[in-house]
């Protein structure tokens, strides 16, 4: 009778035991599956956001050069149309890069890199043209070494 109750109790402590390790198990899974879905998520979002803010650079010089060769003309205006649907897009991938990102100075950065080509139309001649384009270059490029370490 005494070992039969012994291993009753044995089987229950190790059922007991083998519950909690499986829990633990379970949930340090899904504490680093959630860790990889954001690690996805902000690649995903930091790559669109450059993707869209290179278009919008090339859409705000391509604004700034039709405006000076033909001021008022269709193709001014079509850059120009076009310079603000290539901002919405911008901007709705720095929006995204908002919701993922924890990190304030990349987060600054993006922001940074965002204004600086808004403004990029603005210039007074083609050195002020060349150097805010550089700027917003070189702006996207801090940000992608200040996002990247969070996603290595």
Not at 27 to 54: C, D, H, M, P, T
Not at 81 to 87: A, C, N, Q
Not at 105 to 128: I, K, P, W
């Amino acid at each position: 009778m005494e070992t039969a109750v012994i291993a009753v109790i044995g089987t229950l402590l190790g059922s007991v035991a083998t519950h909690f390790f499986q829990r633990q198990t379970a949930e340090r899974a899904a504490v680093l599956s959630r860790a990889e879905q954001l690690r996805q998520e902000r690649i995903s979002a930091y790559s669109a956001f450059a993707g869209a803010l290179v278009d919008y650079r090339r859409g705000q010089n391509d604004r700034w050069h039709r405006a000076r060769q033909a001021p008022g003309s269709m193709t001014a205006e079509e850059a120009r149309i076009d310079s603000y649907r290539l901002r919405s897009t911008a901007h709705q991938a720095l929006i995204r890069v908002q919701l993922v990102c924890e990190d304030s100075q990349a987060l600054g950065l993006a922001a940074a890199a965002f204004e600086v080509t808004n403004c990029m139309h603005e210039a007074r001649d083609e050195s002020d043209r060349s150097q805010r384009s550089e700027q917003a270059r070189e702006t996207l490029s801090e940000f992608i070494g200040a996002a990247a370490p969070g996603v290595r």
